[in-house]
């Protein structure tokens, strides 16, 4: 019963800023672990960033420049990601912890120089 889709992704110029939404849907209660992954070709996918119970935690690459927030009435969850890198670009995912795990389809990030 459990969907995640993100949305938000695209193309910009190095510097520039962009907010990636992710929508769940189903049976979700409170204090569960959401978060954001990404994967660059050819690589392993990555944490970015998670929330649960109130706490934040980010990878050491993005600290200072992305920010996770949530709302839980909506059940949404958000990246703001300021100051966008060419390493930045990759696929991003949506994650949601709720005994069992659950994944978006994705959402492509491209940060050109």
């Known amino acids: 019963q459990v969907q995640v889709v993100e949305s938000g992704g695209g193309l910009v110029q190095a510097g520039g800023s962009l907010r990636l939404s992710c929508a769940a849907s189903?049976?979700?209660?409170?204090?569960?672990?959401m978060g954001w992954y990404r994967q660059a070709p050819g690589k392993q996918r990555e944490l970015v960033a998670t929330?649960?119970?109130?706490?934040?935690n980010y990878a050491d690459s993005v600290k200072g420049r992305f920010t996770i927030s949530r709302d839980n009435a909506k059940k949404m969850v958000y990246l703001q990601m300021n100051s966008l890198k060419p390493e930045d670009t990759a696929v991003y995912y949506c994650?949601?912890?709720?005994?069992?795990?659950?994944w978006g389809q994705g959402t492509q990030v491209t940060v050109s120089s």
């Open positions: 994650y949601l912890q709720q005994f069992g795990d659950y």
């Open positions: 189903g049976s979700i209660f409170s204090f569960n672990t």
């Open positions: 929330t649960s119970g109130g706490s934040t």
